[in-house]
């Protein structure tokens, strides 16, 4: 069985609000359902779903894929919008638990079983 990674981590929606609010959201990476994207689920149940390789490439330099762009915000930070017929959402997360997390992804580190895991 390929692993299923989950972690959970903070992001902060980007709007005209002085005090951007902090979401909890559950990362997950399944290899068995698609060993190249991993998939962010928001309090709500909004989820998207990226190409791994778009989110190690926004830790580095500005990338873009479709309506998806990702873009380090200084050294801590990491800036993914979202552009759909509905509009733009911009949401912020700290690197760190997202380096974490897709280290995990490429080491095969098994630490749950799907039942463990948020529902796509």
Not at 51 to 71: A, I, N, Q
Not at 86 to 108: C, K, M, N, W, Y
Request: glycine share 10%; net charge negative.
């Amino acid at each position: 069985m390929a692993p299923v990674i989950h972690e959970q981590a903070e992001a902060w929606l980007v709007n005209d609000t002085p005090d951007l609010p902090a979401v909890p959201v559950d990362l997950l990476y399944d290899a068995d359902k698609d060993p190249r994207a991993v998939h962010v689920s928001f309090p709500g149940g909004d989820e998207w779903t990226f190409g791994r390789d778009l989110l190690e490439g926004g830790l580095h330099s500005p990338t873009e894929r479709g309506g998806v762009r990702v873009w380090p915000c200084g050294r801590t930070q990491l800036v993914v919008e979202v552009r759909s017929a509905e509009g733009v959402e911009v949401v912020q997360f700290d690197s760190a638990p997202l380096i974490r997390f897709l280290h995990r992804t490429h080491t095969g580190e098994d630490v749950g079983t799907a039942s463990d895991a948020t529902p796509a």
